[in-house]
């Protein structure tokens, strides 16, 4: 910025797109506060898109905003992404570039090109002749590496077309000012050294894509290297304190010291105990550090260690907080209503005011009470978000007893800027763009049990359910999978039963749900002959659901196929053992067997002549979940202490590791009943002799309660 003071250049040209030329003066716009990204999107495919991230400290944006205050022309100067976008261009880095920062950090004894660029720029007092050493630099490194003619063929496309802009400007204005990468900076300098034919003749023949720009908003998080969308810098809050420091130089407060007192009231609030002795040491260790390294002033990385060593006491567990809480920090920027949006961004902007909700980088808790007119706009909105892929929101249950209040987790992630332009073709309103996005991914999705989810999802946001619930039945037809078909009947069924609390039709389920169960009725007792353990114990998972399922929606003429089709897996010798144990303890639950049935069922199946397996798998499916059955079944408990004490030695080691995996499923009250039945047996109750005599005397006054009769004494 002193620069541009002194040198008052006539215009100024800015390493950017040019298509977002026109989105220039809104940087001056008072309700644009950095950090934002200007967003570059192709109109017919809005996935395809880039991002320029700008914060307070970029050269670009603040030279952009001392052009838009002193009435100097500015513009963009890199290659349009017109033509980047075009897919038919191939324009696209093949090869990683020069790592011109690595290289000039490696020759001067730097550990990375970030520390070497922060030492020598960054934090440097004297600025005179900052330029013209940075460009020494940087032709340095090009000479050696490629001439100032880079083999990419890209980035000599994007060089060619600086100069081009470059030259077209000086036509114009007398003086320039080039802000740009300082790796372009040998290329651009010296105009002479190439040829206005060559650099034509390299742009000539691009195909144009259309293209669109927008300002959104960006997040300090999105600006770390960390992110995938980076700008470059790895702690950008730090890059903001150098900046802020710099514009106060006559600040009561040194940088070090203002940053380790952030991370000393940062390390209070997790509890440490952090005094100012301990911020003063720390400034002097990380001065003597950078005396000791030749560095004119301390960088971040003298703080760090000295964070570690005197404010942690050599315990780093913490420094992740300090880098993710103050070096990169929670800033999110914001851009003006007069940013141009397409109607589906128009139209979520609109929701998320109403809702009143913070676009927050870090976790927000929101208690929804559905009752609430508002709140339940937001619950929908939060829904709908999520069916056009932005995860905003996630609900976390309900609070308390009812079902009227949600509990969610709110993260906002600058990216879904991306997600909402991409999802703009879907339609121009978040509730239609939804229902669209809802009936792809139903038409995507193979499993039955995630579309019965789906459906849930979709009266959640109270989106239309006829065509979901159409694919849904026409999938399920010709499923052949029986455990995709279990896996859809319990959401339908719990959907039919409870159905929605915003009073969402839930009629139009029941019919899928009907032919869904008359399809699993009549598979069921296939899919569990000739089958493995493993299989078997995933049907049994699956009958367990339909089971609490049927239970929930009490329709007595499908209970009764139920209860008919369990029974059939119960006495089918060829059906699983570990399935037919399961089907046995479920119409025992429904009081549909007996004591004295389950008792000649266990003796059955726990006989000696039956394979020591096969009886394991039985009783594993018996007992799955709760042992109580064996505590209130004394028969029962026989039976099997018969069966484990007539095995052979050889058995019952190899049966020990699945019996133990039975009953270590059981709760600790359980097992202490069973420990205490195994140590002291059954307990046989004596009845007391009946004393006729004392009951006699009391047989008048039970006579005169019962029948209003006096009674004597």
Not at 110 to 126: C, F
Not at 476 to 498: E, H, T
Not at 701 to 712: D, E, F, K, R
């Amino acid at each position: 910025m002193r620069a541009l003071e002194v040198l008052q250049p006539d215009a100024v040209l800015i390493e950017g797109p040019p298509d977002a030329d026109p989105l220039l003066p809104l940087l001056a716009h008072p309700n644009l506060r950095p950090p934002v990204a200007l967003m570059v999107y192709s109109a017919s495919d809005p996935a395809r898109s880039c991002f320029y991230p700008f914060c307070d400290w970029s050269p670009e944006f603040q030279a952009i905003r001392w052009a838009l205050a002193n009435g100097r022309p500015v513009q963009f100067m890199d290659l349009p992404q017109t033509f980047v976008l075009k897919a038919e261009n191939e324009l696209v880095r093949n090869r990683p570039g020069v790592d011109a920062l690595g290289e000039l950090a490696r020759a001067a004894g730097y550990p990375s090109g970030d520390a070497w660029w922060e030492d020598q720029v960054e934090l440097r007092r004297d600025d005179t002749e900052l330029f013209a050493a940075i460009l020494l630099a940087m032709d340095a490194v090009r000479q050696e590496f490629d001439k100032l003619r880079p083999e990419d063929p890209y980035e000599a496309l994007r060089e060619a077309h600086m100069r081009k802009t470059m030259r077209a400007a000086l036509k114009v204005h007398a003086h320039v000012a080039v802000v740009c990468g300082a790796f372009h900076a040998p290329a651009l300098e010296q105009l002479k050294a190439f040829k206005v034919g060559q650099d034509n003749a390299l742009l000539r023949g691009l195909k144009k894509e259309k293209v669109a720009c927008t300002w959104v908003p960006w997040a300090a998080s999105r600006l770390s290297l960390a992110s995938g969308y980076g700008a470059g810098m790895q702690a950008p809050a730090w890059y903001q304190a150098i900046w802020e420091s710099g514009q106060q130089e006559n600040a009561r407060i040194p940088l070090p010291e203002n940053w380790l007192g952030q991370t000393a009231r940062l390390l209070r609030a997790q509890g440490l105990e952090i005094s100012s002795a301990h911020v003063i040491e720390g400034v002097r260790l990380a001065e003597a550090l950078a005396a000791l390294r030749g560095r004119s002033r301390v960088g971040l990385e003298e703080l760090r260690q000295a964070t570690r060593t005197v404010l942690l006491a050599g315990d780093g567990r913490a420094m992740g907080l300090i880098r993710q809480e103050l070096e990169v920090g929670d800033a999110l920027g914001a851009v003006p209503a007069s940013v141009p949006t397409l109607p589906l961004q128009k139209d979520v902007e609109a929701l998320i005011k109403k809702s009143s909700l913070i676009r927050a980088t870090t976790p927000q808790g929101k208690e929804l009470d559905l009752r609430t007119p508002k709140h339940k706009a937001t619950s929908l909105m939060l829904y709908r978000l999520q069916r056009i892929g932005i995860g905003w929101g996630e609900c976390q249950g309900s609070a308390g007893m009812g079902s009227f209040k949600e509990v969610w987790s709110l993260k906002w992630d600058p990216g879904y800027a991306v997600q909402i332009v991409a999802s703009s073709t879907l339609g121009n309103t978040l509730q239609a763009a939804a229902a669209q996005a809802l009936v792809r991914d139903a038409q995507a999705l193979e499993h039955l049990g995630e579309l019965a989810e789906l459906v849930d999802q979709a009266i959640l946001a109270e989106l239309p359910t006829a065509a979901l619930l159409q694919v849904l039945d026409d999938k399920a037809a010709v499923a052949a999978d029986i455990q995709a078909l279990m896996s859809a009947l319990p959401p339908l069924a719990k959907l039919l039963r409870y159905g929605s609390v915003r009073e969402a039709p839930t009629e139009q389920i029941r019919p899928v749900l009907e032919r869904l169960f008359e399809r699993v009725v009549v598979g069921l007792p296939g899919a569990c002959v000739q089958v493995d353990a493993t299989l078997a114990g995933v049907l049994v998972e699956h009958l367990d659901d339909c089971h609490a399922a049927l239970v929930l929606m009490g329709r007595p003429e499908m209970q009764i196929d139920w209860a008919e089709l369990l029974l059939g897996l119960q006495d089918a010798e060829e059906v699983h053992p570990l399935v037919r144990g399961r089907a046995a303890r479920k119409r025992l639950e429904a009081e549909a067997l007996t004591s004295t049935g389950l008792t000649t069922l266990a003796k059955q199946a726990l006989n000696q002549v039956v394979e020591p397996l096969d009886a394991a798998f039985w009783l594993e499916g018996l007992l799955k979940g709760s042992g109580l059955v064996l505590v209130h079944q004394r028969a029962l408990w026989e039976v099997l202490d018969r069966w484990l004490s007539e095995l052979h030695p050889d058995s019952f080691i190899a049966l020990l590791p699945m019996l133990r995996r039975s009953f270590s499923s059981f709760d600790m009250v359980t097992r202490q009943r069973m420990r205490i039945q195994l140590t002291q047996g059954p307990k046989e109750q004596k009845a007391d002799p009946l004393d006729t005599e004392r009951a006699a005397q009391v047989l008048s006054v039970l006579q005169h309660i019962l029948t209003g009769t006096p009674h004597a004494g």
